[in-house]
């Protein structure tokens, strides 16, 4: 039943907040509805299922619902301050499409069935596509359009792979052709090879878009440059991680058929190619939102190329599954409070926000250290534990490249950030009244307080979780 409620619970929130005439009221109906999801997701055990075992929690889901529960709380928390200094705008379908994605992104966790996820991930798309166009001008409009046409396409291949993995199964002739992972996952010795294989690459490319991997990642430079800071971390590191576990669901299969070296592999080229597109676009960009969709390409090849790699590179991976979130949360809504402050996301117009937003500017350069690697914030203990997984697995060419490829996005991102937070203060930081306060701060400080604490020590409880998810993928401890 508490599983079954938290998919229920924030559609419940979605029509009260649709049927509130408050226009204030309607971004406490989200934040209350995120803190009642995220003491759900914290109580829900590992082992319980509904509705026939359709949807149940293991491991590998809990922990991506964790990630996604505390990550939508945080964003939902800075969005109550964030819509009332945009009255401007109604509020209302903004409202319910972020209560909607929590709902879709919620069953993406739980489902056990290869068309359910299909189906919450098409639910999740169209919700955000919609927050995407908040701002309502030419360019939200051209991001959200580019968002769904790209985001249709990779939908539309992630359908045809599941049919052939429906295919592969029913020309296996195993005698239960159910699409539920388990029995997947019990027969996977009887399924077809060829039709699994080229389930798996659709699927791959599929899922691969909404995840942002290149060359599928042409949508995200619009996208985080025109949406929300707040939209942006959510996609950042809720919709890419619910895409990452469906692509996980079926590595498993994967893996249980003896495929596991073909997949490693594919994984490890999307991986190494995401890097190497994020390192080139990187450099000389003078755009600071559309800087961070690069870093999204990045770690999304972080996160496959992790698994890709094996061994202690795994449970890597999925730690860095937890870092980047959080990290992209300090990330985005710092950049989001730099924007409003000067009415301006590039360089040419951007400089000295450490004078002129003190907490923001620090928020957004801590953030910076952050997610490339810089101890002490957790992304480094997760990269470097998939850096020693490359190294003793004798993935050496591998490791050059991924250390390659992270000191080139530093210095490439470094030149773009410090552009942004030192210097004086530039004219335009003169045109709007925008000021740090406590709420436009605090979910950004709690979000960067995880990631120090990550990267310091990783409470044991998290850390269980990750090597109980590491061993559904690895098939060991």
């Known amino acids: 039943m508490l599983l079954l409620s938290l998919i229920v619970l924030p559609l419940i929130a979605a029509l009260v907040a649709f049927a509130t005439p408050s226009a204030r009221a309607r971004p406490l109906i989200v934040a209350g509805a995120a803190v009642l999801?995220?003491?759900?997701?914290?109580?829900?055990?590992?082992?319980?299922?509904?509705?026939?075992?359709?949807?149940?929690?293991?491991?590998?889901?809990?922990?991506?619902?964790?990630?996604?529960?505390?990550?939508?709380?945080?964003?939902?928390?800075?969005?109550?301050?964030?819509?009332?200094?945009?009255?401007?705008?109604?509020?209302?379908?903004?409202?319910v499409c972020l209560l909607t994605f929590l709902s879709m992104t919620t069953a993406i966790t739980v489902a056990q069935h290869l068309a359910v996820v299909w189906v919450a991930v098409e639910g999740a798309t169209l919700s955000t596509a919609i927050l995407i166009y908040f701002n309502q001008n030419a360019r939200s409009l051209e991001a959200a359009w580019k968002y769904l046409m790209i985001g249709s396409v990779g939908i539309a291949l992630a359908l045809l792979g599941s049919l052939f993995v429906a295919y592969a199964a029913l020309h296996g002739a195993s005698g239960d052709e159910s699409l539920l992972f388990a029995a997947l996952l019990e027969h996977a010795g009887r399924l077809s090879r060829p039709w699994l294989r080229a389930g798996f690459v659709l699927l791959v490319v599929g899922y691969g878009t909404k995840m942002g991997l290149a060359p599928m990642h042409t949508w995200k430079p619009d996208t985080y440059g025109?949406?929300?800071?707040?939209?942006?971390?959510?996609?950042?590191?809720?919709?890419?991680?619910?895409?990452?576990l469906a692509l996980l669901r079926v590595y498993r299969v994967m893996q249980a058929a003896g495929e596991g070296p073909f997949a490693r592999e594919l994984f490890l080229g999307f991986g190494l190619l995401s890097m190497a597109v994020a390192a080139a676009f990187m450099a000389g960009q003078r755009d600071f939102k559309r800087m961070l969709a690069y870093s999204s390409v990045e770690h999304m090849g972080i996160l496959v190329l992790g698994i890709g790699v094996g061994g202690i590179a795994v449970p890597g991976a999925l730690l860095h599954v937890i870092n980047n979130a959080l990290t992209k949360v300090v990330l985005f809504l710092s950049a989001g409070n730099i924007h409003r402050a000067y009415g301006s996301k590039t360089i040419d117009m951007v400089s000295g926000a450490l004078r002129r937003v003190p907490l923001s500017g620090a928020l957004f350069l801590a953030g910076f250290l952050a997610i490339t690697g810089s101890p002490p914030f957790g992304p480094f203990i997760s990269e470097f534990t998939i850096l020693t997984g490359a190294m003793t697995g004798r993935h050496f060419i591998v490791a050059g490249l991924f250390l390659a490829f992270l000191a080139i996005i530093f210095i490439g991102m470094g030149s773009t950030v410090l552009a942004v937070v030192h210097g004086p203060i530039s004219p335009a930081g003169r045109t709007t009244e925008f000021r740090d306060t406590f709420w436009r701060t605090a979910p950004l400080l709690a979000a960067l307080a995880m990631v120090v604490v990550m990267g310091v020590w990783i409470p044991k409880a998290v850390y269980d979780l990750v090597l109980a998810a590491a061993a559904t993928l690895e098939g060991a401890s």
Do not use: Q
Request: one cysteine or more; aromatic letters at 8%.
């Open 37 to 95: 999801h995220l003491i759900g997701a914290l109580a829900v055990r590992s082992g319980d299922a509904t509705l026939g075992g359709w949807f149940a929690v293991d491991p590998l889901g809990k922990l991506i619902l964790d990630v996604l529960s505390v990550l939508f709380t945080l964003c939902a928390l800075y969005g109550v301050e964030y819509l009332r200094i945009r009255k401007e705008r109604d509020n209302r379908i903004f409202c």
């Open 226 to 244: 025109e949406a929300p800071g707040i939209i942006g971390a959510l996609l950042a590191g809720g919709m890419t991680s619910c895409a990452f």
